[in-house]
Every structure is written in structure tokens, then in C-alpha cells.
């Protein structure tokens, strides 16, 4: 691996072709995987992107005027110093934020680079071309810091929140939701199926955790391999199974964990009230993210619960 310092004029213009390559690839995959739930977003990366193709064919008609034909192929992990940066542009459905965040910081880093390779060169006409281009790294930090307010209309702003929140609730709350439901409700009848029959604090603790664990692990299996979010948007599987399954265990928990308490009574007690609680918090969210009237989602949510929790105390009174 080379120091920058150690670069020559010629290779320093090689590797800014390098670069640039690199970075009209990003902004143009940028724009393919923005295109369908953020289009005046990709746009902008679009034109970005065209715009750093331009910088390439300067530089390699420059380079080619100074040095020949032959250009050496120095990329940016040849080179120390230069950051790798994550492939998110990889990753469907893109996230918005991250990608405007990661734009920002691949023109700091260019702008950078050519203020560096300005100090070094001597030669006029490159001189010239760096300072060009830091310029226009300059004006692109710009963008990416106000994306919002270029080219983007009131109303693609309104279509790209809207965008934005879906994919949110999609890959975030709608798994963890499922969770919550899930552990808070399932765990309800061997729990105080197990509270009843032996009236043994620590007996229905284990109880609780086994059935609380072990739901967890069940769900996240399950929402994993459900589906790979390829085509419904809902995003990496193994992310949301770990939000299904983290959810589904604390959902359990809540219950569970006052039965560490030895007083059966007080346990008991301090364990029902968490459950109403737990389901209020559940018909608040479903109110909140699933457009589901707040006496809807509280009548079904509650009404399931001590269906359940009924079930509960019946078997273990038997």
C-alpha cells in the first residue's frame, strides 16, 4: 500500500480517475435503488453522478495530454489513508438518511483529496483542473447537506416522508409489533397456568423465561424466514426476525420478572398489572402506526389478552 505523499503527479491523477469512476457507479446505483419510493431524491444523485462522469473524462484527457494512453490502475485501497466506505447502495431497500449521510461524507473526503493533491502539483494545467474539482466537490457537500430543499417540491418531500415511514413501519414497527403481541400474549397462559397450579414464585419465574425465551427464538425464526423482503420492501430478514424476537422475549419478560418477588400475592398482583399495561401499549401503537382506531385496537388487543390470561388461570386452578 502507497502513501499519498509518495505519489507522483501522474499517479495522483490516476487515482482521482479511480475515484471518480467510483463515485458516478455509487450515485448512479444511488438513483436505481431511490428511483421507485424517492424519485426527486434519485434525480439529484442522478445528475450528481453524471456530473462526476464528466470530471473522469476531464481528467483522463488531461492525463492523456500530459502522460500518454497508459493509465495505471490505482484505486483506493491501494493507497493509505482514503476511507472504505459501506456498500449500503447494495442493500433494498435503501435508507434514505443513511445514503444522504454517506454522500456527504464521500464529497468531504474528495474535496479533501484534491486540496491535498493541489498542494503537490506543479504543473499549471493540473493545478487548474484540481482546483476545478474541488470546487465542484465543494458545491456537492452542499447538496447532500440540504437534499431536502433541492429540486424536491413540497410535494415529493410530503411523497418521500410518506415513503419513509412506511419503510419504517414495514421493517421496524410492524415485526416488533407482531413480537410484542406475541410475547405478551402467548406467554400469558403458562404463566399463570404455572403461577396457579404451584403458587411457587420461582417455579413460575423459570417458567415465565423458558416460555418468554423460547417464543422470542420461535418468532424470530419465523418472521426471518417468512420472507426475504425482496419483493414487499420489508427489508433485511435477519433484522427484522432480531426485532420480532427481541420484542417477543420482552413482551414475556414484563410478566415474568415480578414473580421474582417470593410473596405469591404480590407478584401476582404486580404481574396483572404489567399485562394491562403491556396491552394498552399495544393498542396505543397499533393506533399510532396501523391507522386502527385507539377503542378498536384497545377492545381486540385487551379482549384476546384475557381470553388468554383466562385460559391461564383455569388450566392451572384445575
Known sequence: MRRFTDLDQREILALAISLE????????DYAAGLS??????????S????????????????????????IPLIRRHDVAGLVRHDPIWMVRPLGIEKVRHQAEEIEEETREFYASAL??????????????LMDAESRHIGIAQHLSDVQLTTEARSSEAESARRSFVLQYVQPGLNGLIDGSISTLAPIFAAAFATHNTWQTFLVGIAASIGAGISMAF??????DGQISGRGNPWLRGSVTGVMTTAGGLGHT???LISDFRTAT???????????????????????????????????????????GILIGSA
Open 222 to 227: 419465523a418472521e426471518a424466514l417468512s420472507d
Open 119 to 132: 498542494k503537490r502539483a506543479t504543473d499549471a494545467d493540473i493545478r487548474r483542473l484540481l482546483g476545478d
Open 47 to 70: 445528475e450528481i453522478g453524471e456530473e462526476e462522469s464528466a470530471h473522469r473524462r476531464w481528467l483522463i484527457e488531461l492525463f492523456q495530454k500530459k502522460f500518454g494512453n497508459h
Open 257 to 259: 420478572l415480578p414473580y
Open 21 to 28: 469512476e467510483e463515485h458516478s457507479r455509487i450515485y448512479a
Open 36 to 45: 421507485a419510493e424517492y424519485p426527486a431524491t434519485a434525480k439529484v444523485f
Open 269 to 311: 398482583t404486580i404481574a396483572i398489572a404489567v399485562v394491562f399495561v403491556e396491552l394498552w401499549i399495544i393498542a396505543g401503537v397499533r393506533s399510532r402506526f396501523m391507522d386502527t382506531a385507539f377503542w378498536r385496537a384497545a377492545v381486540e388487543v385487551v379482549a384476546g389478552g384475557l381470553i388468554v390470561f383466562g385460559v
